[in-house]
């Protein structure tokens, strides 16, 4: 055999190897693509699911409620000890109570696993954060804790959806406020929260708004930094785990970031950033 023909039929044999070789790497591609097709398909069905499930509670969940609040107002007409009428009316306020929880963890949920639609409009940040802090003032007070603002004095524009942004600061207020709430009150130490606006420029020169909310209260670990954006997780009793998470998926989908510093004893900064209606031009 000539050696022309020998190198013709290896060269033939190392082809058709190659060939089946990218034949199985393309089959594999195909099969892992519609693995990740099922599985973001079967996602989608359960989130529909849940989503439908978590209204279709809330409906009764409501009509539970109402008949305990009947109920607690019947109770004060029956002719009874007051010792029996008050242990009846503990019972129904404590039934109460867990209905309202019930309540706010379907809200929580249905808020972090529905659609996220925004309606994006250009508004003035500082507008925004001042009518929330008005809106969160009397709340504040009612738990022992001092409320301030810090706004730049200039205007910062933004295209955003002011209520989901409204939504995102709220949680980070609700937060702060339960923290400083549970934690000991030292004179040394008052509550305090200020929320504050800056102008800033990113890595890339680009002009961003920060809104601050500051507390004084425990601070946190670096281990609990780590957990608090994971769904569920937290550290406050009776508390649902999806505010935070919540409020990081609101600015992320209007292409800004929201940032934690924080230590132990020493309190807690939430930072968030949103790019400006003039963050293409760059900043002086």
Sequence with gaps: MSYLLLGLIIGAMCA???????????????????????????????????????????NPLSTVGLNAQLLSE????????????????????????????????????????????LDRKPADLNTAVEELVDFFLPQAEKSGVRLRSDLVPEALKAEVDVAHVKQAVLNLL???????????????????????????TDAEKRSVAQIHVIDTGPGMSSETIAKIFQPYFTTKSGGTGLGLPTARRIIEAHDGRLEVHSETGRGTDFCLTLPMTDSTARAK
């Design 74 to 117: 019947g109770i004060e007409e029956l002719a009874i000890s007051e010792e029996e009428k008050g242990r009846l009316v503990r019972r129904v306020h404590s039934l109460r109570r867990e209905v309202e929880r019930l309540r706010g963890i379907l809200t929580d949920f249905l808020q972090f696993a529905g659609e996220l639609r």
């Design 16 to 58: 058709g190897a190659i060939a089946f070789l990218v034949f199985k790497i393309q089959s594999a591609r195909i099969r892992s693509a519609e693995r990740r097709a099922r599985s973001a398909e079967r996602l989608a069905e359960l989130g529909a699911m849940t989503g439908g499930l978590a209204h279709e509670i809330k």
């Design 174 to 200: 609700l937060n702060a406020t339960q923290a400083m709430a549970s934690s000991p009150v030292e004179a040394a130490r008052p509550r305090e929260l200020i929320v504050r606006t800056n102008r800033a």
